[in-house]
């Protein structure tokens, strides 16, 4: 089936933005949305776009991955030189998915020093890549930081055991101040997200994590 534009139009062959499409993105921050599909389990509740290792197709891999990011990203800043939209500095990147941290921090680290190199970094932008609280290292944090990452956003989504494993996540609770110590320790802010309305969890549960989240300050 052939991919479509947002307003039910065919993908123009000479892969030219429509100029609605190009005129509506001038004016506007640039930004950047890296996705990465990977992750280690495919929680129950997730809707997004992922995979985990048993259900990537032939000749797909991880360790390809971050190539076939740089294609992307060179294409399309080729479409967007051939259809008029000027280069300028990033505001905001964000590594998604999935899981971005499955991925050797190198591998991370090249796809930021790519888009960089193409379009440059405004002085106040913002560099985010979301993990899990068990998908990091000190040592992989540090590479980040050093690359250019200013953020990492955790899937902490509970503090409470029982409904961690309702949501099929990987991490202890423990793990969760450990992963944000490290961060911190290699210079970089920290979010965490917390799921609100799982099964099972009482309003004590929801409090307890909310508390808990609130503590590692």
């Known amino acids: 089936m052939p991919s479509a534009l947002p307003l039910g139009l065919p993908a123009p062959e000479d892969g030219v933005l429509p100029r609605e499409a190009a005129d509506g993105a001038l004016g506007r921050d640039f930004c ?3 996705h990465i599909p990977f992750c280690a389990v495919r929680c129950g509740y997730c809707d997004f776009n992922t995979y985990t290792a048993t259900e990537l197709g032939g000749g797909a891999s991880q360790d390809a991955y971050a190539g076939s990011v740089l294609a992307e990203l060179a294409l399309g800043a080729h479409v967007l030189e051939a259809s008029g939209v000027p280069a300028r500095p990033l505001s905001t990147v964000f590594f998604g998915g999935g899981t971005p941290t ?5 591998d991370l680290a090249s796809i930021l020093r790519a888009a960089t190199a193409q379009w440059g970094l405004a002085p106040d932008a913002e560099v985010t890549t979301e993990a899990n609280p068990d998908s990091v290292t000190p040592e992989s944090l540090r590479v980040l930081k050093e690359a250019g990452f200013t953020r990492v956003s955790f899937g902490m989504q509970s503090a409470v055991p029982h409904v961690l494993a309702v949501l099929d996540r990987t991490h ?5 101040p450990q992963a944000v110590q490290w961060a911190r320790e290699a210079g970089l802010k920290v979010s965490l997200d917390l799921i609100y309305g799982t099964p099972g969890e009482s309003l004590e549960d929801w409090r307890t994590s909310l508390a808990t989240a609130l503590s590692y300050g």
């Open 32 to 34: 950047l949305y890296v």
């Open 102 to 106: 499955l991925l050797p921090a190198e």
């Open 172 to 176: 202890s609770p423990e793990r969760v």
